[in-house]
């Protein structure tokens, strides 16, 4: 083994994260499962289902008509779908049940990430040590600081929680919603664009090959079979210590 940083192979990394990928987004939909019952989501799409009939019926139009077909109403037609869609707009329950809806749909989300980010990228890479989680542990790969010191619980935290989870997942998921929901419009997608499109050039330029999360830890994915990685800051000075003395040793002779 050595001291110096062993980056992990371009596929080993790929592997252990697509591995991973898939078990978060289990655990993930599992858990936001749960929390939707827990919540009752149900019980309020439900609701915006009924307003919504009631509404078509009331007024004899359909909400769910595509643009092409909305195009070939009549004048007439189209002002009654506008006085409609007003008329619901307009509604305190529906207005009530619709931000529901999106705050639930949002907490959900969340919770169902967060749960899934915190037991298999924080509590399982702390049980198994230096970082693995299940995909890493699988492919032989691990995480250390870009010293070759070994990771520690509060560093472990940033890279997780901050990093992967708060801006690399979160910020794009908000996004993602309040442009479904309609509260804003391209510059969310641009935003979102950014995000992802940083994170590939920083893999790809740094020296390290570090995305947005291992910047913020100081961080670095290694092989775990030809790294060294040190207990401690100290114990990686005594290491380096010792091969300078044997170096400087060899050039008495």
Known sequence: MTADVQKASFWKRMSACLF???ILAIVAIGAASALSAIFGYDGYSEKMTRYY?????????DFDISVEDFEKLTDE???????????????GEVIKAYRMMLSLSILIVSLGLFIAFFVLEFIIPMVFGNGQTLGKKIFGVAVMRTNSVKITTPVLFIRTILG???IETMVPVFLLF???????GF???????????????LV????TSSAIHDLLSDTVTVDM?????????????EYKKKLHAEAVSKEDY
């Open 20 to 22: 991973d990928i898939i």
């Open 53 to 61: 009939e009631q509404y078509e019926e009331q007024y004899g139009v």
């Open 77 to 91: 037609e189209k002002n009654i779908y506008y006085e409609a869609d007003k008329a619901m707009n307009s509604d």
């Open 164 to 166: 992967k989870y708060t």
């Open 178 to 184: 309040m442009i479904l929901f309609g509260v804003i």
């Open 187 to 201: 510059v969310g997608v641009l935003v979102i664009f950014a995000i992802i499109l940083l994170n590939v050039i």
């Open 204 to 207: 790809f330029a740094t020296r």
């Open 225 to 237: 079979a030809s790294q060294r990685i040190f207990d401690s800051y100290d114990a990686m000075i």
